[in-house]
């Protein structure tokens, strides 16, 4: 900390509530950390993943005695891995309400989401490779996942992973770890190694590629890509004949193996696709967002610009801890400005600006496609904080991420409106 503080003083502060020190030492969590709900577990994860790799780095240099970073290390290490087991089939649920078309929980999900409650490694593996559904696409991942099995079963002892954590177990009368004695960690720490680096394959490549191919956007014979392909070929659909039409239709069916009903089948998903359908000449509106919004959008736009040029005029400034928010990204008039903004904004448009946030942001399994949209959208809730929105609002304007999620989802009415409020360079 910079500021010097007497010890009356600091015993005072309140790390969870105020800043006192420079931006370095600021950690953003929660809901102010700048990652979604949906997304955070992973970061979670990459934060407990880091601490296995620190700790194991420090006892080996005998920077820590390993007696004592043993118990912080393997916590560390079946901690993550608990949470990505549970990552893993959150993302199946996902997708097997998609694929089924399940708007309600029904008792296979309902069983899915107990197991999800618990701490026991063992139980979720065992759900994880026994779900009933996906049995083709799984075989392969499963098979490849049994080379991990002996991984797994290195924590299967440690049922509610309290094991390393305390030195009593929960009827505060038997001892964890009686019947362990040695550990060796660099067999431990290599086995961990390799079965994240399958998990995290699992949950950034399977489950996405899951996720799009049942995301309704396929036919019996033609995946997404390929019908986005269709959609770039039926690019001059409107100016065609009648005896162009039914000619290029013939083309197009033989081009790409299918019949004339499955063309239609084809061509009615990308007449309702957000951004298949623009290829063809249509927009499908993702909500009903006004004129008015992007000329408030242009209004923040514009203070920023304001903001960072003021910025430039002291680029080395020394600058006191006490005045350290004057200089931030979000100073107090700007902040003020963007509060006011968002204050006459509805609840709609509030869950529009942060489900365009998100859309361009990296979920726990990959990227997203325009699709999520609309289920993104579902997710915010009504009753949100007007400081939590401006914060995602001046990073969706300054970073030009809106114009990106608009792009994405094939927004060309809201494209315009933008461009004619925001003038980007």
């Not at 959609?231 to 193996?257: A, P, R």
Request: aromatic share 14%; glycine share 2%; hydrophobic share 35%.
């Amino acid at each position: 900390m910079d500021k010097k503080l007497t010890e009356d003083e600091l015993y005072k502060l309140n790390p969870f509530k105020e800043s006192y020190c420079d931006s370095n030492y600021r950690a953003c969590v929660g809901n102010n950390s700048g990652v979604s709900p949906n997304s955070r577990d992973c970061i979670i994860i990459d934060g407990y993943k880091a601490s296995v790799d620190n700790l194991y780095k420090n006892m080996v240099e005998k920077n820590i005695w390993i007696d004592i970073g043993v118990y912080p290390f393997i916590f560390d290490c079946r901690h993550s891995i608990e949470l990505s087991l549970k990552v893993i089939i959150k993302n199946l649920i996902i997708i097997y309400k998609r694929k089924h078309n399940i708007t309600t929980r029904n008792e296979y999900i309902c069983k899915l989401e107990k197991v999800c409650k618990q701490h026991d490694i063992n139980s979720l593996y065992n759900e994880l490779i026994n779900f009933n559904d996906f049995k083709n696409e799984l075989q392969d991942v499963f098979n490849q996942f049994s080379h991990f099995e002996d991984c797994i079963k290195d924590y299967c002892f440690d049922i509610d992973g309290d094991s390393f954590r305390y030195t009593y177990k929960r009827n505060l009368e038997n001892i964890n770890l009686s019947d362990v004695q040695i550990i060796d960690i660099g067999v431990l720490y290599w086995k961990y190694k390799n079965l994240m680096s399958f998990l995290d394959c699992m949950i950034n490549q399977f489950c996405r590629q899951l996720d799009i191919d049942y995301s309704k956007t396929f036919t019996q014979n033609l995946s997404r890509k390929k019908i986005e392909e269709l959609s770039l070929d039926l690019k001059d659909f409107n100016n065609w004949s009648k005896t162009e039409t039914i000619q290029n239709k013939k083309n197009l069916c033989l081009k790409y193996g299918i019949s004339s009903t499955e063309f239609d089948k084809a061509f009615k998903i990308i007449k309702s696709h957000y951004a298949f359908a623009v290829n063809i000449g249509l927009e499908n509106k993702f909500k009903n967002l006004t004129e008015d919004f992007f000329c408030k959008i242009g209004k923040i736009y514009d203070m920023f610009l304001k903001k960072e040029k003021a910025k430039l005029k002291n680029p080395n400034k020394f600058i006191d801890v006490t005045e350290i928010d004057k200089y931030s990204p979000l100073n107090k008039t700007y902040l003020d400005f963007c509060n006011k903004i968002t204050a006459t904004l509805t609840v709609d448009e509030k869950k529009i600006i942060l489900t365009f946030y998100e859309i361009t942001s990296h979920p726990i399994d990959g990227n997203y496609i325009c699709e999520d949209i609309d289920y993104i959208y579902t997710t915010w809730e009504d009753d949100l904080d007007n400081e939590y929105i401006s914060g995602k609002l001046d990073y969706l304007i300054s970073s030009k991420k809106i114009r990106e999620a608009l792009l994405m989802c094939g927004q060309i009415t809201y494209l315009k409106w933008l461009d004619k409020y925001v003038k980007y360079d």
